[in-house]
Structures are given as C-alpha cells and as structure tokens.
C-alpha cells in the first residue's frame, strides 16, 4: 500500500532543510550549522532567508565570528561561508525570493518572534537583532558583558602619586640616550606609568618587544608605590600552560636582574616571592568537570590585587566575559599580547577588539600631560588624539630589541601586507635565517622533519636518537633529567601546518612523518601508544590536569618499563600522566599554527597548502613566523599560495571594538 504522506510534496522550509544537510554532508557546512537551522524551524521560523540566515550565523560562530553583520548578509551569502556556486544556486532556486537589500533583511530579523530586539521587552528568545548584527544569544551576552566590564575598568581612576611615581620610573628605566622629544619615545615606560592610573591596561607589541619585561619593571613599581607592598597579591595567568610556563620564566628572569639594578632600594625579592607559579586561566578561575561554570564568578570573586594575563590573544570572547566577572572590585588587570597574532580559535578577537587605536595611540590631552608628569617624556604629537577611554589606557610597544634580521624584516612585511618586500626577504641568498622552498614536494618536509636544513641542523632526528639513552634507574631525579633532554631537543624544532587536512595538512604530514621514522628505525609502532610518540592534548581534561595544547611526549615508566607515561614539562617541573589515561590527544609531529601560538622554537618549518582559502591569511603567516627564535623555513607546493596569503586579511565580525571605543 502507498502511504498517501510520502506523495505530499515537500514544503519550502523542508527542501531548505534537506539542501543544508545535503551541503553539510559535502563538507561545505558545519553538520551544526544545518542542524541549528533545522532547530529554529522547529521554534516556528518558516521565513525562507531566516531559515538560510540561522544557518549562516551558526556557520559564522564555528568560524570565529561572534556575530552576523546585515551589510554582509546582504551581499553574496554564498562567499560569505564559502558555498560553491552550484550549492549556492540550488538554495535560491528553492528560495527565489531572497532579501537582496540590507533594509529587507533587517525587517526579516526585526519580524521574527525568536529575535529579540535590542530594548524591546526580553522573553529570552535564542537570536538577538542589534544595531545591524545578529547574534545567538550567549555570544551578544558575552561581548556586552566584555565591552561593560572593560569601559568600567579602564575609566576607573586610580590616584596616582606622581612625584614618587616620576622618582620610581626613573630608577627603574635607563636615561633616555636622546633628548625626551626623540621621534621614539620609551613605550615601555610609558606603558609602566599608564598602568597606574586605572584598574585596566593593555600592553601589545610584536615579539621582541619587551612585553615582560616592562611588566617586571612595573611590578616592582606597583610594589614601591603601594601602602602594604607585602600584602599586594600578585598573580600570572596565560590561556596555556606552555605559555604561563614561558610568561612565569621571562618575568622571574627579569625580576633577578632588576633586583640586582636596585640594589637597596626595594626588596624585590622577597616581595615577589609570594606570587608562585603562572596558571593556566581555566585553572585560575577554578575550571570543574562536566560544566562550563567556573569555581570563580561574579559571586565568588579571585582573591588577588593584581593579575597579569600574557597571549591575550589567545583569550576568546567567552573565557574573557568569565575572567572580567570573576575579578574583584578592586583589582588591576594588564593584558599583554601582540594584536597582529591569530585571534583565539573560539569566537572573538577580542585583543584586536580592544586594540583598534594601539598603533596610532591616539592619546588625549590629559595622557599627554599625565604621562610627561610622571615620565619626564613628550609622547610626539602623531600619537595625540581624541580616541576613546580605553585607548588612554593601551600603549603599544614599537622598537624589538630580540626578534631582529631577517625574521623581523620578513614579519614585518607580511604583517603590514606588503608581498614583494616578503618576498624578497624569503629569495634572499646572503643568509641562512629564512628560506623559501618554492614548489615543495612532500619529501622535502620529511627531510626537514628528521634533518633541518642547510645553515641549520636538526629536526627531530636528535630528540628520536636520544631515546636510546635512557637511563636504567630508578631515581626519580636522574630520570627526569633525562626526560627533560628529551623534551627539549623535541621543542627545539617545530612544524607547523595552516591546515588540519590532506596531505599538506596536520593529519597527512603526521602519519608520513610517522612512517618515515619508523623505517629509518627511530621509533618501534606495536599500537597507537610507542616510546617517543609526540602528543598534543586535545580536549581539557581537568582530572587528569591536561588541558587542550599541552603537549608531551610518550616514555617509559622507569618503575614499571611495560608502562607508557605521557611526561610534560611546565618550565623546570616534569609531570606525566598514565598514556591510556589520555582520552583525547593526537600525534604531534606537525602542529597547526594556532596550536603553536604561546610557544617558541629555535627553528620553524611552515607548510602551506596547494590551495589558497581565507584560513590562509597574513596572521597565519605571521603567527607562524614570530614562532621562530633563530631560523625560519617556508614550504609552498604552490608559490602563489603564499601571496595570495599575504593579501588575504582576517576580519571578525564583532560589535565588540565599536561598544569599546565609541566616542564619548
């Protein structure tokens, strides 16, 4: 028997449907994405382009965006998330009548029952429609508690004792070697003496800058200034552990020659003791398993006076909403990062947000004068202006006294998009720092991976060959020892992919570089668990105190040599964790450059893929680049890829950076 049901046409909203699933199973769409539109019909949103709409905002989120911005969807909704032509051509023959202006596309949102509007009586409706954006609700609640919550910090007065503040600067920094109206000013005193004045700051530069070290110098200066410096509670954070690990050391290192530098005059030593080591944010706000909650909250604010955060980033909208709710009334907070780096792999930009005046400085006539008072320095008058509250409170540091050469000449380039200039530097023949591998084929990652390059030895081959050497005892000490060679050979060298897929991606150049050192004899595979095997952790896992990033290597357990540990090192302290513990980790010979970002190696290897695509972007490169210490090396199957790159500029969607700095 026919069922009469299965000869009922389909409705507008079900093909609609059935084509995103059919588009997500092509690859083209997150399978989410589908399914959250299919959610939102279920609501009641029958509106053909709201169905598309819900869609492409969803697809948006799992790209970064916090948000969907009308003007583009008003445009080419099928180059907005990538659609090829013929997908894009059977959504509007199904839906032929598509808004094709921004005023029809706004009356579509503002019409919508399960779209709250702005100011309009809130019944908790899933979407939010504001000044042309559209939002999923947790993400419009996330950046409107971000933007509150900075605007409130950063116009937060502070007294400031000039005088002494004038008195402790100038021990803490070299005389200028110019005259105070030098066309480059200090930035990092500069930096030090605007931190003072609000409950907010923000440090950004480029590698080399001096980041932590200008935070030293005004942690002692907010110990030399303070009314109880032996209460003042102090803490370090990072997003990673490797990057809270690196933060903890550049700042302790810079604390003991500052000491030294001091002499008498304040007892840096014994006040910093009491910071302890830098956290990871999830461990700061007290991370608990099976829930996004925090131990830490608006609630049950952190105990602290002071909390510097390094890769801002890296920080992504949500976990900044919960670290600004979580912070004391009281407390000073001062992010450092450099705003030309990837943003977070989560939604949000919210450094880049945050930066948007950093290089132009745009300092009021009030900064001037407060700074030139407590300074002795004449910012020059290309950084005045008339910008917003929190840009008084950002200085971007200029001048990079380590990451010099041609590392420098070629990040420099990129970032600012200029590809003959990159170019040049990649082609040029008078030193070994950079290399441009043009039209690379797949062995010459493989030669790189086990050997370097000429001008620069290594590669893993060092880190697999030192395997062999494993001790037989069992002293704790003398073990790890050994495993901390281990580790650091291994993190001496870095590959690192733009892309997770194919054989120019995460997953092939892993599994070749996998088979490679096995022929060579390097490593013996008898399952997914082997000695040597490098792993990343890629899903936090707060029992076993891994979190996503973290990367280690597979050893031996020197009590029980049948036993495999996965062993980390966080600055100097070696911990490990039982390898069939570890649920979710993956192979960790090549990395993607997002991964990379809070770390650095002495050489690394870039691999872009044979097809260019808005993932490949000029912060990719960058990012990648300002990984290297010493030596850099560039791997392109197809030149062009690489310019096209270049040219190819990551722009959030956000209404974050405009609620930060409208004009007062």
């Known amino acids: 028997m026919v069922n009469i049901l299965e000869l009922q046409p389909m409705s507008t909203e079900q093909q609609l449907l059935a084509e995103l699933d059919r588009i997500a199973g092509q690859g083209q769409l997150r399978r989410i994405s589908a399914a959250f539109a299919r959610f939102m019909v279920s609501l009641g949103v029958t509106s053909p382009a709201l169905i598309i709409g819900c869609a492409v905002l969803s697809e948006l989120e799992g790209r970064g965006h916090s948000c969907l911005l009308l003007p583009d969807l008003a445009q080419d909704i099928g180059t907005l998330v990538g659609l090829q032509p013929e997908q894009w051509q059977n959504l509007k023959t199904i839906a032929p009548t598509l808004p094709t202006d921004l005023a029809s596309w706004r009356a579509e949102w503002q019409h919508c029952a399960q779209v709250w509007n702005a100011g309009a009586p809130d019944r908790q409706q899933p979407l939010v429609f504001e000044a042309d954006r559209v939002y999923l609700r947790r993400y419009w609640k996330d950046e409107t508690s971000v933007a509150n919550a ?70 002692a200066l907010l110990f030399a200034l303070s009314d109880k410096p032996d209460r003042l509670r102090i803490a370090l954070a990072a997003p990673t552990g ?49 829930t996004r909650a ?104 200029r001048e990079s006294r380590r990451f010099t050469g041609p590392i420098a000449e070629l990040a420099e380039a990129i970032n600012l998009g200029n590809v003959v200039a ?71 060298f870095r590959l690192l992919c733009a892309v997770r897929e194919g054989d120019w991606g995460v997953a092939g150049v892993n599994a070749a570089i996998e088979k490679r050192v096995e022929a060579e004899g390097l490593i013996k595979r008898n399952g997914e668990w082997y000695v040597g095997r490098p792993v990343m952790v890629t899903r936090n896992d707060y029992g076993m105190g891994v979190f996503n990033g973290d990367i280690g290597i597979c050893l031996p357990d020197p009590l029980q040599p049948k036993s495999l540990r996965v062993y980390f090192m966080e600055g100097q302290v070696i911990r490990s964790v039982l390898a069939t513990r570890l649920q ?37 490169i960058y990012t990648g680049i300002t990984r290297s210490r010493e030596f850099f090396t560039l791997l392109t199957p197809v030149a062009a890829v690489f310019e096209a790159a270049i040219a190819t500029q990551v722009q959030r969607a956000s209404g974050l950076g405009g609620m930060l700095h409208a004009t007062e």
Request: charged share 15%.
């Open 422 to 492: 990159a170019s040049n530097c990649l082609r040029a023949a008078s030193h070994q720092i950079v290399r441009w591998q043009e039209h690379a084929h797949p062995d010459h990652v493989l030669q790189l991976a086990l050997n370097g390059r000429e001008g620069c030895t290594g590669g893993y081959r060092p880190y697999l060959q030192h395997l062999a050497h494993s001790p037989a005892t069992t002293d704790t000490a003398v073990y790890e020892n050994w495993v901390a060679d281990v580790i650091k050979k291994f993190e001496s």
């Open 150 to 219: 900075v605007t409130h910090l950063a116009s937060s007065v502070r007294v400031v004792n000039q005088p002494q503040a004038r008195l402790w600067l100038d021990k803490l920094f070299s005389a200028p070697k110019e005259n105070p109206l030098n066309p480059n000013p200090d930035w990092q005193k500069i930096a030090c003496a605007i931190a003072l004045r609000s409950q907010l700051a923000i440090i950004t530069g480029g590698p080399g800058t001096g980041k932590t070290y200008t935070v030293a110098r005004l942690l």
């Open 294 to 397: 925090f131990k830490h909250h608006a609630g049950n604010p952190l105990e602290l006076d002071v909390l510097i955060v390094d890769e801002a980033s890296m920080v992504h909208l949500e976990m900044m909403a919960c670290l600004l709710q979580a912070l004391p009334p009281h407390a000073l907070i001062i992010f450092l990062g450099d705003k030309d780096q990837l943003a977070s792999v989560e939604a949000g930009a919210v450094l880049g947000d945050m930066c948007l005046h950093a290089r132009q400085g745009g300092y009021s006539p009030d900064t001037l004068a407060y700074v030139s008072a407590t300074t002795g320095i004449n910012i020059p008058a290309s950084f005045a202006g008339a910008a917003s509250t929190l840009a008084q409170q950002t200085v971007m540091l």
């Open 584 to 620: 979710h980790t993956e192979t960790a010979y090549a990395m993607t450059v997002h991964k990379s970002q809070g770390s650095e190696f002495h050489h690394v290897v870039v691999v872009l893929p044979k097809e260019a695509s808005s993932v490949v972007s000029r912060e990719l």
């Open 242 to 290: 490797k990057a809270a690990a690196r933060l903890k050391q550049s700042i302790d290192s810079a604390l003991v020659e500052l000491s030294d530098k001091l002499a008498g005059d304040l007892p840096l030593a014994e006040l910093t003791a009491r910071m302890g080591a830098a956290r990871t944010l999830h461990s700061l706000l007290g991370a608990r398993p099976d």
